[in-house]
């Protein structure tokens, strides 16, 4: 019996409180990881949308830098300018010293009895020795800031020749990538032509070899009469049943079509040249429109995706024979397919 008491008096172990601490360390690590994705996702998605703004700073930068040199070439050329003039400047103050200097050598022999004019000589000729010395001053700062235009322009130079080297290597990445992407819709479009012979094959195969029923260039055609009474777009029982073959292929095609090229099977409805004008229509445009927009219902009710149909009316403006018989009105009321891109 005493040892019965102790057993029951012995606390069970509790694993709870461990099992939340290792609960709340895995959602701290999935939390992480997921911050972690968020930040690549952002980072790359910015680099992808920032390489136009990068060229377009770039272009900028690279017509500024242009300017500027410019506007340093016209600077250079108006200090080089001054810089002649001031040595006009100095080599006539030369001439005139020489000039000054002769006559003080000539009145020199007369100094005993021009004494005063002797010393208002020398204080000219030392006025014109001042100006000389300032003209000299004036272009050894002139020499100085030329040297220092010289290599501003060169410094431009280089950054100039730089900016154009990153931007040829930018023109030709994009030109690159231009190409690949050329390619890349080019054999999008050659397999979506080959999907299409494919499919229009099957069709053809489908719905047997009727006169009413045709192939036009990268189109199916239908008559209208073989789906639609006359100034109806009540689809009749035998249209309903070509309808519904139809729909079986688009379904068949949607599974062997790569889910990255984007296609769509445009219906067109088209009528003759002689106008509807009826209560449910007023004009052909609208009837063209209905009979395509009936089709593509049929179309749905059938089990075709909404977003792989699109329906579109012509009214009489596309017709395929121009003449005023009544086979020309039969073969221009007509139904067309057309497997294309968005």
Request: charged content about 20%; aromatic content about 10%.
């Given at each position: 019996m005493s040892y019965a008491r102790g057993r029951r008096a012995r606390p069970?172990?509790?694993?709870?409180?461990?099992?939340?601490?290792?609960?709340?360390?895995?959602?701290?690590?999935?939390?992480f990881l997921l911050s972690v994705?968020?930040?690549?996702?952002?980072?790359?998605?910015?680099?992808?949308?920032?390489q136009d703004t990068a060229l377009?700073?770039?272009?900028?930068?690279?017509?500024?830098?242009?300017?500027?040199?410019?506007?340093?070439t016209s600077t250079k050329r108006t200090l080089e300018d001054n810089l002649a003039s001031l040595r006009v400047t100095i080599d006539t103050q030369k001439e005139k010293n020489a000039r000054l200097q002769g006559l003080i050598d000539t009145e020199g022999k007369k100094a005993k009895d021009s004494a005063g004019q002797a010393s208002s000589l020398a204080k000219g000729l030392q006025e014109q020795k001042d100006i000389g010395a300032r003209a000299l001053a004036r272009f050894e700062l002139l020499n100085q800031q030329l040297a220092a235009l010289r290599r501003?322009?060169?410094?431009?130079?280089?950054a100039l020749e730089a900016s154009e080297s990153r931007d040829n290597q930018s023109q030709t990445q994009i030109a690159d990538l231009g190409k690949r992407l050329n390619l890349a819709?080019?054999?999008?479009?050659?397999?979506?032509?080959?999907?299409?012979?494919?499919?229009?094959?099957?069709?053809?195969?489908?719905?047997?070899d009727r006169e009413d029923v045709n192939i036009q260039g990268d189109r199916f055609v239908f008559q209208a009469e073989v789906l639609f009474p006359s100034s109806s777009d009540i689809m009749n029982v035998e249209g309903s049943a070509q309808i519904d073959k139809l729909a079986g292929a688009i379904v068949q095609l949607q599974k062997e079509i790569p889910s990255e090229i984007n296609w769509v099977i445009r219906v067109d409805g088209h009528t003759d040249v002689r106008p509807i004008a009826s209560p449910e229509f007023p004009s052909n445009w609208e009837l063209s429109s209905a009979r395509a927009i009936s089709v593509v219902r049929q179309l749905i009710h059938q089990g075709v995706p909404p977003n792989r149909l699109v329906a579109a009316g012509f009214g009489e403006?596309?017709?395929?024979?121009?003449?005023?018989?009544?086979e020309a009105f039969r073969r221009n009321r007509r139904i067309e397919l057309k497997l294309t891109e968005k």
């Open positions: 069970d172990t509790n694993y709870w409180p461990g099992f939340v601490d290792a609960m709340a360390t895995l959602l701290l690590v999935v939390t994705f968020m930040v690549v996702q952002f980072i790359v998605t910015q680099v992808a949308s920032g377009r700073k770039l272009n900028q930068q690279i017509a500024q830098l242009t300017e500027l040199l410019s506007l340093e501003q322009i060169a410094t431009l130079e280089e819709l080019a054999r999008k479009v050659r397999e979506l032509a080959r999907y299409r012979s494919d499919f229009f094959g099957r069709l053809r195969t489908i719905l047997g403006f596309q017709p395929i024979d121009t003449g005023d018989t009544e």
